[in-house]
């Protein structure tokens, strides 16, 4: 059974750091492509970005609204994908998923809330 | 970018009754692979989104039949054939080509 499983989210003030984490399981992790998305309070979904497998360079590529300030990167002996963002701001405010990717979400963990406010 | 432009953006619906999700797109989404990539969710109340269909047509692992996509292009639609109580949610298109990925505003269908 593929699970996704998020964490790290939490209160965290403009301009500070926080990193999640996706911990995979049920599927083969060094093969598969993995993604961010978020969705704020009562709004709908974004994209935030994705890391290729290392099979296809382990390359990165972003949303314009975080390029700069977020990276994704994945520890494949682990199963781990990770979101670092930095210099958060309040519109970063979201519930953060993680998901498999595949020229398609398939997979989608339960989401962990990341709240920016002073 | 690529805008996904979805109609309506809310349903109510009788249960048996079916129901129709447009979903239109500022781009082309056929791919140099000769496939066209549109992805369908659905997100139910206090849930995480969960994969409907992929590629236009294709529905995801246990997924019901009763369910469907078509399209092609720019324009694509879900069906619902007989709607019932537990298809209340937010219905999503996107596409997983272009980057970045877009969504469409989402289709909120409530029961009758």
């Known amino acids: 059974e593929v699970q996704l499983v998020e964490s790290g989210g939490g209160l965290v003030q403009p301009g500070r750091s926080l990193r999640l984490s996706c911990t995979a399981s049920?599927?083969?992790?060094?093969?598969?492509?993995m993604s961010w998305f978020r969705q704020a309070p009562g709004k709908g979904l974004d994209w935030v970005g994705f890391?290729?497998?290392?099979?296809?360079?382990?390359?990165?590529e972003y949303a314009a609204s975080v390029k700069g300030r977020f990276t994704i990167s994945r520890d494949d002996s682990k199963s781990i994908a990770y979101l670092q963002m930095n210099s958060l701001k309040t519109e970063d405010t979201a519930v953060y998923y993680c998901?498999?990717?595949?020229?398609?979400?398939?997979?989608w963990g339960q989401g962990t809330l990341v709240t920016v406010s002073s | 970018d690529v805008v996904m432009t979805q109609t309506p953006l809310s349903l109510s619906v009788t249960p048996g009754q079916p129901a129709s999700i447009s979903c239109k797109s500022s781009?082309?989404?056929?791919?140099?692979?000769?496939?066209?990539?549109l992805c369908w969710y659905l997100q139910k109340p206090g849930q995480s989104p969960q994969l409907l269909i992929y590629?236009?047509?294709s529905r995801f692992s246990g997924v019901p039949d009763r369910f469907s996509g078509s399209g092609s292009g720019t324009d694509f639609t879900l069906k619902i054939s007989r709607v019932e109580a537990e298809d209340v949610g937010v219905y999503y298109c996107?596409?997983?080509?272009?980057?970045?990925?877009?969504f469409g505003q989402g289709t909120k269908l409530e029961i009758k």
């Open positions: 998901t498999r990717t595949q020229r398609r979400a398939d997979y």
């Open positions: 781009q082309s989404l056929l791919y140099s692979d000769g496939k066209t990539y």
């Open positions: 890391v290729r497998s290392k099979a296809y360079g382990g390359t990165t």
């Open positions: 996107m596409q997983p080509i272009h980057l970045p990925y877009t």
């Open positions: 049920g599927f083969t992790f060094g093969d598969s492509s």
């Open positions: 590629e236009v047509s």
